[in-house]
């Protein structure tokens, strides 16, 4: 915040509501050179505007408008291509997999293509360390099953996503909506990872202006 919006908050504080006009002459400045920080302090919540009356202070912290922002990201604008494979895939296949792909999680899909499994990368270094051939061992034996998955749908929030990972202690969550024609069978749209979680977080500490 640059110390002229400081001061514009602090006018606000003691003698709102006040009109633009009425802080453009206690700062002895015209209402053209106010209006960018008052559009500012609108628009991030620190100020309310009323048309005829004026100004008044929110009363909110930079903190709760903060956190008001975070509540307000969606796991729809975030979410990013799954990876996927079938219950057939052997162990072998899965681990190039999750090399090539870059992942820590791939969910596992029946050949319909609705949500069956969840296969992790200490599923797959069990597995590996044990003395089975990894090409003959498929992932539907290991991994874990339905309806023992955390999952998360398009219209929730990223807070929610991040509390249900920290939660359940995963570093992914398949993003699902029921699939046509197929009661109680998941539909996979997307992952949320602690990556996606990441990025979301530098992205909004860019986006911030005061």
Do not use: W
């Amino acid at each position: 915040m640059t110390a002229r919006q400081e001061k514009i908050l602090e006018i606000v504080k003691a003698e709102g509501p006040i009109t633009g006009e009425q802080i453009a002459e206690k700062l002895e400045l015209t209402r053209a050179t106010l209006r960018p920080d008052l559009a500012i302090l609108t628009m991030s919540g620190f100020l309310d505007a009323r048309p005829r009356v004026g100004y008044f202070y929110s009363g909110k912290s930079a903190n709760q408008l903060l956190g008001e922002k975070i509540r307000n990201l969606h796991v729809k604008d975030y979410k990013s291509v799954p990876v996927v494979i079938t219950e057939e895939t052997s162990v072998y296949d899965a681990i190039c997999t999750m090399f090539l792909e870059d992942v820590g999680t791939i969910y596992v899909v029946k050949k319909a293509g609705y949500l069956v499994g969840v296969v992790s990368r200490k599923d797959l270094l069990q597995v590996a360390m044990g003395k089975q051939e990894l090409t003959s061992v498929p992932v539907g034996i290991i991994m874990s099953r339905m309806p023992n998955l955390i999952t998360c749908t398009p219209e929730d929030t990223l807070f929610y996503a991040a509390q249900q990972m920290m939660k359940h202690q995963v570093d992914s969550l398949p993003v699902v909506r029921p699939f046509p024609d197929q009661d109680g069978q998941l539909e996979v749209l997307g992952r949320i990872s602690k990556t996606t979680l990441a990025k979301a977080f530098v992205e909004l500490g860019q986006a911030i202006q005061i």
